[in-house]
């Protein structure tokens, strides 16, 4: 067995590998060569990535992708963000060798520890990468809910502006996401360069992404971005689904119904745009969030398992 860079000309064989874990998930999406994307972010918010591909007599038999940047670094932090064994080639090492592979990396890069989420129906991934070092740290649910028609939005709070977000709106954005989450766990501050990446995904729109303002300052104390879930190959007919990418309220705010007023400022704007339902993901310790997606109606629809392993 060989370990190796990525070639672009492993696109195909990856792909494969990778769908044939769709087991693993129903809401994983297939691979096509046209969503594979190696140059993540571009030069403007400087990536650290690397793909490693186990090869097999010739055959490309798993991979792993790994990546961090400047923020994460300083927290000790590196992602793994997908490691595959090819089905046929299960129990036959590679997958212990791509851990090493792993391990390694992360620590030439300065990185303390390895992250990743599996998901919670996937015993066997779980019990595999908990054979090697992971720990079970954190479980993340995936909520659901359907959307009924003629959901208004909701009156701001006397005091309170409601409005999309617009050139400018980063530094302020980026203030207020700081606050709002810098109490939740395995929280990284965002930045300004970072914002400005989101806001150029394919799924963003502008309307989508609504903020809570002080009358007469100007500041933004809660705020909620709706996206279009990235399904392109979903089967015809299937309805569109939306998600609720971040929702927050700055703490000096909290308990005064904020939170549910931007949920349903987001729920309002994926009702407008055609959306059937609406995902988000939320901590499944975070009790009054769980409270509050639970009164308006979401569900569970999946669980993940967040694991870390130190390495440094």
């Known amino acids: 067995m060989q370990l190796r860079e990525f070639q672009m000309?492993?696109?195909?064989?990856?792909?494969?590998?990778?769908?044939?874990?769709?087991?693993?998930?129903?809401?994983?999406?297939?691979?096509?060569?046209?969503?594979?994307?190696?140059?993540?972010?571009?030069?403007d918010f400087p990536l650290t990535s690397r793909i490693v591909v186990a090869e097999q007599y010739g055959k490309v038999a798993g991979f792993y992708h790994l990546y961090t940047d400047e923020?994460?670094?300083?927290?000790?932090?590196?992602?793994?963000?997908?490691?595959?064994?090819?089905?046929?080639?299960?129990?036959?090492?590679?997958?212990?060798?791509?851990?090493?592979?792993?391990?390694?990396?992360?620590?030439?890069?300065?990185?303390?520890?390895?992250?990743?989420?599996?998901?919670?129906?996937?015993?066997?991934?779980l019990g595999f990468l908990e054979r090697h070092g992971f720990k079970r740290l954190r479980r993340f649910d995936l909520l659901r809910l359907a959307m009924q028609a003629g959901h208004n939005p909701p009156e701001p709070p006397p005091g309170f502006s409601l409005r999309a977000f617009q050139a400018g709106d980063e530094a302020r954005f980026v203030e207020a996401f700081n606050a709002a989450f810098a109490d939740h766990w395995d929280f990284v501050p965002l930045e300004a360069p970072e914002v400005q990446l989101w806001n150029?995904?394919?799924?963003?729109?502008?309307?989508?992404?609504?903020?809570?303002?002080?009358?007469?300052?100007?500041?933004?104390?809660?705020?909620?971005?709706v996206l279009q879930q990235a399904e392109p190959d979903a089967p015809a007919g299937q309805p569109a689904v939306a998600r609720i990418f971040e929702m927050g309220v700055v703490p000096a705010l909290r308990r005064r119904g904020l939170g549910y007023v931007m949920l349903q400022t987001g729920l309002a704007y994926a009702a407008s745009h055609g959306f059937t339902a609406v995902d988000l993901v939320t901590d499944a310790e975070s009790e009054a969030g769980l409270h509050l997606y639970a009164k308006v109606g979401f569900t569970e629809k999946r669980s993940s398992i967040v694991l870390h392993r130190q390495v440094g």
């Open 200 to 225: 150029r995904r394919a799924t963003f729109d502008p309307e989508g992404c609504l903020l809570l303002t002080v009358e007469g300052t100007g500041e933004v104390v809660a705020f909620v971005t």
């Open 71 to 125: 923020r994460l670094l300083a927290q000790g932090r590196s992602n793994l963000d997908s490691i595959h064994v090819a089905p046929d080639q299960r129990g036959a090492g590679v997958g212990s060798a791509l851990v090493a592979s792993v391990v390694e990396t992360a620590h030439g890069w300065g990185a303390r520890y390895v992250s990743t989420a599996i998901p919670e129906a996937s015993p066997r991934s």
């Open 9 to 43: 000309g492993d696109i195909p064989a990856i792909a494969a590998i990778r769908n044939a874990s769709i087991e693993l998930s129903p809401d994983f999406y297939s691979m096509t060569l046209d969503r594979f994307r190696y140059d993540f972010y571009g030069a």
